[in-house]
T-cell receptor, first 112, second 116 residues
């Protein structure tokens, strides 16, 4: 049972445009959400997070939106840069713990 | 940011042998570390929670006798894949929890295991 889903395995965007990566979850106990970026053969690196008490969090070019009623979150990257090309994982945790449940990832390719 | 190091980054072994992977937090003490496994094009699956000075907590479906976890110090956790078989070939990643109020997690670089 995949509690965190990223339905788009890949996304291709032109440099300078907006990248929107989507994530859906089914567990209503999740109250903290994170996005990680991962290059091949490397561990994930933390990008941005959002608590369930918020609906938006912004950090530079990265903004995460949370729609609790739809159990949906999205990561917006604008403007997209070639260095943003990587796999992006959505993750969620419940009750202040650090056991993360990861989505399957979305491969983002930013083209020149 | 904090640094978590894994060693080896890749290892090839024969079927039936045991392989040890180390996870070190280089600039902070981590009472809790986590071990994940990632299959190609799949999510990172939590295998176990490693607690310093006590037994690891394994997720459902993970064989604790096969994947031995030892968290002997506040900066080191080890994962030993015992009697490895080709189906154990995978990318193993650890993360360490920084003991701050936020309890931030930092990931190692991962270890690629190939069992022939």
């Amino acid at each position: 049972d995949q509690q965190v889903k990223q339905n788009s395995p890949s996304l291709s965007v032109q440099e300078g445009r907006i990248s929107i990566l989507n994530c859906d979850y089914t567990n209503s106990m999740f109250d903290y959400f994170l996005w990680y970026k991962k290059y091949p053969a490397e561990g994930p690196t933390f990008l941005i997070s959002i608590s369930s008490i918020k609906d938006k969090n912004e950090d530079g070019r990265f903004t995460v939106f949370l729609n609790k009623s739809a159990k949906h979150l999205s990561l917006h990257i604008v403007p997209s840069q070639p260095g943003d090309s990587a796999v992006y994982f959505c993750a969620a945790s419940a009750g202040g713990g650090n056991k993360l449940t990861f989505g399957t990832g979305t491969q983002l390719k930013v083209e020149l | 940011g904090a640094v978590v190091s894994q060693h080896p980054s890749w290892v090839i072994c024969k079927s039936g042998t045991s392989v040890k992977i180390e996870c070190r937090s280089l600039d902070f003490q981590a009472t809790t570390m986590f071990w994940y496994r990632q299959f190609p094009k799949q999510s990172l699956m939590l295998m176990a929670t490693s607690n310093e000075g006590s037994k690891a907590t394994y997720e459902q479906g993970v064989e604790k006798d096969k994947f031995l976890i030892n968290h002997a110090s506040l900066t080191l956790s080890t994962l030993t894949v015992t009697s490895a078989h080709p189906e154990d070939s995978s990318f193993y990643i650890c993360s360490a929890m920084k003991p701050t109020e936020a309890g931030e997690l930092f990931f190692g670089e991962g270890s690629r295991l190939t069992v022939l």
